[in-house]
Structures are given as structure tokens and as C-alpha cells.
């Protein structure tokens, strides 16, 4: 899972219009989710996530 949250938040640094609408932080969180929810692990955002991210999932959805 790890590789694939590398791949989707450097995939979203090719679109220079993503990069300037949004922090890097919701771009990382945004990537984790991407790729749990890919891999079908369930649940797609956790309660520990959004403690460390300060993220809601209907945030980064």
C-alpha cells in the first residue's frame, strides 16, 4: 500500500493546477485514501487516520 500512496501523490504533482488548489497535506491524505479504498481496506478512512491527518473523510473525498 505504501508504494501505491507514493505513486497517486506524485501522479497528482504532474497536474500543477492540483498542486497550487490544495496543501500538501490534503494531497497526502487524499493519496492514503486513494489507496485504501483501491484496496478495498475497509474501513477506507479510520478514526486513528483522521487523528493524525486532521482530515475528515468527507474532506479528502
Not at 504533482?13 to 485504501?36: C, D, F, G
Request: proline share 3%.
Amino acid at each position: 500500500m505504501e508504494n501505491m500512496v507514493y505513486f497517486l501523490a506524485e501522479l497528482s504533482l504532474v497536474h500543477y493546477s492540483t498542486v497550487i488548489l490544495y496543501s500538501p497535506s490534503v494531497i497526502a491524505a487524499s493519496a492514503v485514501y486513494a489507496a485504501r479504498s483501491t484496496l478495498n481496506r475497509s474501513p477506507f478512512w479510520t478514526e486513528t487516520l483522521k487523528h493524525y491527518t486532521g482530515y475528515s473523510e468527507d474532506q479528502i473525498r
